[in-house]
């Protein structure tokens, strides 16, 4: 089970992403008080990871949020969202 992260700091380089990307503090919120799944990049960074629906039609995104959690708090990296969902998404074994 994912565990939430509600103590974080965004960087300046996730607030820009953000904007650039037009994702929003609150989808950035909500994947990390409750992701779907996380997995470790390396020792020290983590990646919380959810499906969202967006568009019109809605089409299935994975929202991704790259987070530094060795430090407090938390300081987010760099979010984006991808269509790619198959390459990213882990089944569960």
Known sequence: MAKPLTRYYLTNHARAEMTRR????????????????????????????????????????????FVDVDRDPAEVVTVYLTSKVAKYWRAES
């Open 22 to 65: 037009q994702i929003t503090e609150a989808d950035v919120a909500k994947v990390l008080a409750s992701p779907e799944q996380t997995m470790s990049v390396r020792e020290g960074r983590e990646i919380y990871q959810s499906r969202v629906e967006s568009g019109e039609p809605p089409k299935t995104y994975l929202l991704r949020v």
